[in-house]
């Protein structure tokens, strides 16, 4: 069952003005996007800095308002809620940001910080809203004597705990994590990924996962959109679009992943130039000016978003039937050795809380 829809997101921001105090230009940070998300689903968004992925996520939320373009959450337009009905939204629907030390109040306990929401979308008495904090804490693995310290006082990723027990605390139905471990030492990643996985799948949780680590995305998701210059190039469900790329931008991203095995070299895919700014977006397919397959049509005709129907797989490039794919060189480049496979499946084994 679909429980989310974006249907042609658009988000522009002003860049300047005029004399008169009319825009004059825009970033045109996420360009047409639409995409859908089953209830207990995982997507990725992944793609390059300053693509639109965080823009997209924060605008699934309406923590900032979509220049055009609708938001369907269980059959509900989110663009169109008054502010009394966006509050009631809001328990459906929360954020995880990317640094847990910036996004927790320093002044608050976290006893103080977990029970903020409660007060704001429950009917918890005080009582209540205190057996809820001692339960969130234990959900995400701290002790219930962590209620009275300031996140100060707190690791890394136990601060990430903190902040993914606060945005559980009204049980939402969907989580957007905005690369929720890429401020985390490499030594916790794992411990918090596969909290991520177990509250999924103990809670029924629809998470929108915001990434550029390819690595961690083949661990969590279900789905994977590729995002480039404010648009969806590429989506397929994970194991089908690490097998075979279609786009030449995914085909270049999946080709940096660093090979986990000694001594084994591959050919990277390296697109020349950087990527245009988004100020002004080149004509047609915004990847024309770095595609080494780039045909005289790519420079002014846009490409849709095609579904393959048979393989789930749609790709957004005029020419990906010509190019072939590179299924040997992404299968050689997310080969895990069999060692380093069970020194990761010793480190989950143990359970330590970080």
């Known amino acids: ?42 997507l990725a968004l992944v793609g390059e800095s300053g693509c639109g992925k965080s823009t997209l996520g924060r605008l699934v939320l309406r923590l900032i308002e979509p220049t055009a373009g609708r938001v369907v959450f269980d059959g509900v337009d989110v663009t169109a809620l008054d502010e009394t009905s966006l509050r009631r939204f809001r328990r459906q629907a929360q954020l995880v940001f990317q640094d847990p030390y910036a996004s927790l109040n320093p002044r608050m306990t976290v006893g103080q910080t977990l029970a903020e929401p409660l ?45 993914i027990a606060r945005a559980l605390a009204a049980g939402p139905k969907l989580l957007v994590c905005d690369e929720p471990v890429s401020a985390l030492d490499v030594s916790i990643r794992a411990q918090v990924l596969n909290l991520l996985q177990d509250l999924q799948q103990r ?9 550029h680590d390819l690595a961690v995305v083949k661990h969590i998701a279900r789905r994977v959109a590729v995002m480039y210059l404010g648009r969806i190039v590429e989506s397929a469900p994970v194991g089908e679009l690490f097998a075979r790329p279609r786009h030449p931008y995914t085909q270049a991203l999946l080709s940096a992943i660093p090979v986990p095995i000694p001594n084994r070299a591959r050919a990277k895919i390296m697109l ?23 045909a005289p049509h790519c420079t002014t005709v846009a490409p849709v978003l095609s579904l393959d129907g048979v393989a789930a797989h749609a790709v957004a490039c005029h020419r990906w039937q010509d190019i ?21 499946a010793a480190f989950e084994a143990s359970g330590e809380t970080t």
């Open 272 to 294: 020349p130039g950087d990527p245009p700014s988004p100020l002004a977006p080149p004509e047609g397919c915004h990847l024309h000016p770095r595609c080494p397959h780039v």
């Open 203 to 211: 809670l029924g949780l629809a998470m929108i996962f915001i990434s």
């Open 119 to 163: 007060q704001l979308h429950t009917d918890l008495n005080t009582r209540g809203r205190a057996d809820r904090v001692s339960e969130l804490l234990s959900l995400v693995g701290l002790r219930a004597e962590h209620v009275q310290r300031y996140p100060h006082e707190f690791s890394g990723g136990q601060r990430q705990r903190i902040a």
């Open 324 to 344: 072939g794919q590179s299924a040997q060189m992404v299968e050689a480049g997310t080969a895990v050795s069999p060692q380093l496979k069970r020194l990761m």
């Open 1 to 42: 069952m679909t429980l989310l829809r974006v249907e042609g997101a658009v988000k522009h921001f002003v860049q300047s003005r005029n004399v008169f105090g009319r825009p004059g230009r825009h970033v045109r940070a996420v360009d047409g996007v639409s995409f859908e998300v089953a209830a207990g689903e995982t």
